[in-house]
């Protein structure tokens, strides 16, 4: 891993005039070079990896008004990402923020298939006003049609304006700016895959015009974590008709301090899960009960007939457990996990 390093030779009374970017490159289809251009597929294994560097040369992305800096992890898969990455980032992050006053913002490339886990994980981890925007492809950067370097280049026109301070971490893709809290997948190879289904996007790049719809709001303070052998046991766990209470039943046996349970839409569990729920429940098991439904507010159903049972409001279910795995670093008071559900969501 690179971290980040002062301009040689420049002092800061010169950076001050200068727009400074820095990429970190962390992976994923963004960073590929497939076998030919009609791979859409098997790139990841048939072809190669660029570091971010190489791969700005090789979408020709020489913005004149930006200073670029780069810096990389070893590219991989975002499916073997996960807190001891987040833990790496972060880190990377704050150095570059520290070591660098005047700094406008940081782009990173990253996999589509766990970006929005990313970059949710950092939007809670992070207090900064820094713009940090997450970005990746739907296809190779030498693939027909490529969307590498239009989301590349989105990312680093939002990254560097001054309009994106103070908005947390936010997601650029397909010309969207997207908020981490509310950004989903929702198409496997579409190049418009990503979108907000509970806001809409936050605002569009075009050209070199970056356009917000709301201003900045009041931002929760950041949550403080510890290393991720620390991170609490979380599982999710999906409610379909005729679902038991098996897996609840497992992860208890495996150790899990939290449950997220993707419920049946508008956030009920079957019969067998809500008994094996409350049971967790007396066991000290926190549950949370989100929604397989892609939009809408996840609250507690008194249906579900389990007390103290925390509602993921807008999260997802994969982001829903990436908080309670937070929070319950933080607390064990079921009010207070419930509190930070209602600022983080």
């Not at 800061?12 to 597929?41: H, P, Q, Y």
């Not at 790139?43 to 570091?51: F, I, N």
């Not at 990312?155 to 893709?173: D, I, N, Q």
């Not at 839409?265 to 439904?293: K, N, W």
Request: negative net charge; charged residues 20%.
């Amino acid at each position: 891993m690179l971290l980040w390093r002062p301009y040689p030779g420049r002092n800061e009374g010169e950076m001050t005039k200068e727009t400074n970017v820095l990429i970190i490159g962390t992976g994923g289809t963004i960073s590929c070079l497939a076998a030919d251009r009609f791979d859409f597929l098997d790139y990841p294994v048939a072809g190669t990896r660029l570091s971010p560097r190489e791969l700005l040369d090789t979408l020709s992305i020489t913005p004149s008004d930006i200073t670029l800096r780069t810096s990389g992890f070893e590219p991989v898969s975002s499916t073997e990402l996960g807190p001891e990455f987040w833990w790496s980032l972060r880190a990377e992050i704050s150095a570059a923020i520290e070591a660098n006053q005047n700094l406008s913002g940081i782009v990173v490339t990253h996999g589509t298939a766990t970006l929005e886990e990313s970059a949710f994980a950092l939007d809670v981890l992070l207090g900064t006003d820094v713009p940090i925007v997450f970005t990746g492809s739907q296809r190779p950067a030498n693939a027909i049609s490529s969307d590498a370097a239009h989301n590349l280049w989105g990312a680093l026109r939002v990254a560097s304006s001054p309009k994106a301070r103070g908005r947390g971490v936010l997601v650029v893709m397909n010309g969207e700016i997207h908020a981490a809290a509310d950004v989903t997948k929702s198409s496997n190879f579409a190049l418009d895959a990503f979108e907000s289904p509970n806001s809409g996007p936050l605002g569009t790049i075009e050209g070199t015009s970056v356009s917000f719809r709301t201003h900045p709001q009041l931002r929760s303070p950041s949550l403080a974590w510890r290393r991720p052998k620390d991170w609490p046991r979380v599982d999710v766990v999906a409610s379909y008709a005729g679902a038991d209470g098996t897996h609840i039943d497992a992860s208890v046996a495996a150790g899990a301090k939290g449950i997220v349970v993707a419920g049946l839409a508008p956030g009920y569990a079957t019969p067998d899960q809500r008994r094996a729920l409350r049971e967790a429940h007396m066991q000290g098991v926190v549950a949370v009960m989100s929604s397989r439904a892609s939009a809408g507010s996840t609250v507690c159903l008194r249906q579900n007939g389990l007390a103290e049972l925390i509602g993921a409001r807008r999260l997802s279910p994969q982001k829903a457990r990436i908080l309670l795995s937070i929070a319950l670093m933080q607390t064990a008071d079921i009010e207070e996990i419930d509190n930070l559900f209602a600022q983080f969501s």
